[in-house]
Nanobody, 117 residues
């Protein structure tokens, strides 16, 4: 069983930056693709980004060029650096850990990100 705990959410003005962190219990080395999803009010949860290795990352089109995902296996942390934030980025952001074929699929409790002036 893997437990995930997000932190770093908050209120930020449009154009600002936030860095989300996800602390992973157990070995992060063994997790194939840790990542981030988000869910805005009244909308379905959507994929944001995941990281298989330093050179193998995937991003939703809406965040490409603005968000950067990274993993630190030694510290058991997953990060999401969010720059040039927009009001439409407002959502609860969830950390996710999945296997290559979704043989496991764990979720954190989420952290609120609000982008507003």
């Amino acid at each position: 069983q893997v437990q995930l705990e997000e932190s770093g959410g908050g209120l930020v003005r449009p154009g600002g930056s936030l860095r989300l962190s996800c602390a992973v219990s157990g070995s992060l080395y063994s997790i194939y693709a840790p990542g981030w999803f988000r869910q805005a009010p009244g909308k379905q949860r959507e994929f944001v980004a995941d990281v298989i290795s330093a050179g193998n990352t995937n991003y939703a089109d809406a965040v490409k060029g603005r968000f950067t995902i990274s993993r630190d296996n030694d510290k058991k942390m997953v990060y999401l650096q969010m720059n040039s934030l927009k009001p439409e980025d407002t959502a609860v952001y969830y950390c996710n850990a999945r296997g290559r074929s979704y043989e496991y699929d764990f979720w954190g409790q989420g952290t609120q990100v609000t982008v507003s002036s």
